[in-house]
């Protein structure tokens, strides 16, 4: 994979911590770095899949009452957990 430069500007504790923790690994800091942007862009696109997915579910009109989530809620822990719930709220005429 080709690399391009990129400068942030880190205030000095931030840039401390990083240098330690590079040590720690025995690593550059420029490699936590990298690895620490990728996750939190990886993480940034699954939240936006998710909420897109969740948007396109949503235009269905089917949906999950919030009695039927409590009760399912409420199971947890109690040795009679139920499954979760199915959609009980559906656009009309179905």
Known sequence: MRTSPYTIRLDESLKQALEYEA???DRPPA???VR???EMVKARQARRAAIEAALQEAEQGRFISSEAMSAWIDSWDTGDEGCA???DIHPTGE
Do not use: N
């Open 36 to 38: 620490a942007i990728r």
């Open 31 to 33: 490699q936590l770095a």
């Open 23 to 25: 040590t720690l690994d």
């Open 85 to 87: 719930p199915q959609p």
